[in-house]
């Protein structure tokens, strides 16, 4: 019974040290390039609007998830950045919307003309964003 007790009081005490811990902060990350903060709590908001086009519209029919797929690989094969790779594209009736940040703006025109060339793509959303523009 002693132990039991031990271990009851052992377990409350943890909890609450737990607790206490709840309300700090995290750290702010900082890019290092930039030396600017690192945080996409403002992009990501964006997307709870009604009218922003997320992955969760992609098309299921097989023709859009083949456009998306032909867009994807061309762009994670091409000389571009990381940031420009992982952009979101995202195809709905032929129509590609991209969307993301990208370090310059050939990077944006390529993504975009990467995705006009493919076969029943009816037009191209270039919702990209230019992470460092001149």
Known sequence: MKNYVNITLLACATGILAAAGCNEKPATKVDEATHTEVDNTKRNARDTSPVAVTPFDQGENPTDRAITQRVRQEVVKSDLSMNAKNVKIVTNKGVVTL????????????????????????????????????
């Open 99 to 134: 969307r993301g940040p990208v370090e310059t703006e050939r990077e944006r025109d390529e993504i975009a003309a990467v995705a006009k060339g493919v076969a029943d793509v009816t037009s191209v959303d270039n919702q990209l964003e230019v992470k460092n523009p001149p």
